[in-house]
């Protein structure tokens, strides 16, 4: 999938602002599990419209920001709510100091970013040392992406703390998009195929810096 099909409409109605599986859930959960400090300088990466940054900040306090490449979606995110901090940016090259967050986010973002090494290796630059790396995302069950993903997080420089599947938030979204559009097709498909393949997973794991 093209990063900027997350600016379908026809997508984001049945979605909401999250534009993802599940909505804030495995947001809410990762927090819980990281017991980031009070104040926490967290990162959504690919925040879309914004909706976890203003999650983040209005629920638990926290210096939440977000990056992403769809200036139609940061724009829009602004007219909601202007206090947001938000900026043009992509994972590769995060507009951040080194050593400078808590936590980063990645929510159902790093399986369409062109070079997911280069984006885990600006992620280890950019956390401190012990910073949490929370990712969502779709993987393909019946091939070797869970291992590749953790190999890929050990090079890194990553320690894998939790990895949880939830393919079910994925089949709830594939079902809800079937009764309003009456299909999957030219909505939202994956390498794997269409989201409610057989084949097509979706989780949550979060790892620390090393």
């Not at 997350?6 to 999250?18: D, H, K, N």
């Not at 007219?79 to 090259?93: D, I, K, S, T």
Request: aromatic share 6%; hydrophobic share 40%; glycine share 12%.
């Amino acid at each position: 999938m093209d990063a900027f099909e997350y600016e379908s409409v026809v997508l984001r109605a049945v979605t909401g602002p999250t534009i993802r599986p599940g909505g804030l859930t495995l947001t809410d959960r990762a927090v819980g599990f990281c017991s980031f400090p009070s104040g926490a300088r967290l990162l959504d990466v690919g925040c879309g419209a914004g909706a976890t940054v203003e999650h983040l900040r209005s629920r638990y306090g926290f210096a939440a920001g977000g990056v992403d490449i769809s200036r139609r979606l940061i724009a829009e995110a602004l007219v909601r709510n202007p206090a947001l901090p938000l900026a043009e940016g992509r994972a590769e090259a995060l507009p951040v100091e080194g050593e400078s967050l808590d936590g980063i986010f990645c929510e159902c973002v790093l399986s369409i970013v062109e070079e997911p090494h280069g984006a885990l290796a600006e992620f280890r630059r950019a956390l401190r040392s012990g910073g949490f790396l929370v990712l969502s995302d779709m993987y393909d069950r019946e091939a070797s992406a869970r291992g590749e993903l953790e190999k890929r997080l050990s090079e890194s420089g990553f320690s894998i703390l939790l990895r949880e599947d939830h393919t079910p938030l994925l089949r709830e979204l594939a079902a809800r998009l079937v009764l309003t559009h009456g299909s999957l097709e030219g909505v939202w498909c994956n390498a794997g195929g269409c989201v409610a393949g057989a084949r097509s997973g979706y989780y949550l794991l979060i790892a620390r810096k090393d």
